[in-house]
């Protein structure tokens, strides 16, 4: 979210700059219909890692804590990246699919609405 300041002259540091984070990009992930997690969950990555391994390692880490995790079909998730639908290959990398510094990824799972289809 961009901030504006109140004075023209305003010059301040950028603590959240991708320099900070090792070469690594911030990207904030939400899984829709899922209000157990309040809001998207940030997460350093490398823009070299694969989708493969956003799924397999970070996602479980952010989300398997959700009874629903473990009965995701992902051949049937619907990925969305900073508002556009995204049409993922395990093996492209997240810079070959677009992501960039503060991106955000959200997912829904078809047939998954939460715990007991409540939307939690």
Known sequence: MPVHAITPD???EVRDA???FGGNILVY???DEHLLFCSAKTFPLPSAMTFAE???N???QGFAQHPDFAHINWDTVQWQLNGRTLQAQ???TL???GFDHKSLLRFKTPGLNGWRGTGV
Do not use: T
């Open 54 to 56: 956003l799924k397999a």
């Open 58 to 60: 970070v996602l479980p």
């Open 10 to 12: 305003y010059r301040g």
């Open 29 to 31: 992930i939400g899984w």
């Open 90 to 92: 395990d093996d492209q």
């Open 95 to 97: 810079a070959e699919l």
């Open 18 to 20: 991708q320099a900070r």
